[in-house]
């Protein structure tokens, strides 16, 4: 059974950093595309960061360019989510998932992934 679970959210200032984990088990992450979904209330789930399972390489969404870094382990099995100058519009919770797709691409779409993690909170505020 395929287990995505994320950690290291919690409180932290405007402007300090976070840095999420998604550790996975039931399924070897290589040859699987990663992305970062972040759901604030009242607001539509947004695919923020994916990383793909060649290259590898990343997208971001504009909102988060040049702020967070995704990378991943396939290793230990596990992807990150380096999050830096937080603001207080960053606050929701936060999903990894991913879906096989063998490929230099990867896409932002949540429609697109099939396992989830259940998600941890980040609120920045001061």
């Known amino acids: 059974q395929v287990q995505l679970v994320e950690s290291g959210g919690g409180l932290v200032q405007p402007g300090g950093s976070l840095r999420l984990s998604c550790a996975a088990s039931?399924?070897?992450?290589?040859?699987?595309?990663i992305g970062w979904f972040r759901q604030a209330p009242g607001k539509e789930r947004e695919g923020i960061s994916c990383i793909s399972s060649r290259g590898p390489n990343t997208f971001h969404a504009d909102s988060v360019n040049g702020r967070f870094t995704i990378f991943r382990d396939n290793a230990k099995n596990t992807a990150t989510l380096q999050m830096t100058s937080l603001k207080p519009e960053d606050t929701a919770d936060y999903y990894c998932?991913?879906?096989?797709?063998?490929?230099?691409?990867?896409?932002?779409?949540?429609?697109?992934?099939?396992?989830w993690g259940q998600g941890t909170h980040v609120t920045v505020s001061s």
């Open positions: 039931g399924v070897t992450l290589d040859t699987y595309a």
């Open positions: 998932a991913i879906v096989r797709h063998q490929s230099v691409r990867c896409t932002r779409d949540p429609g697109s992934y099939v396992y």
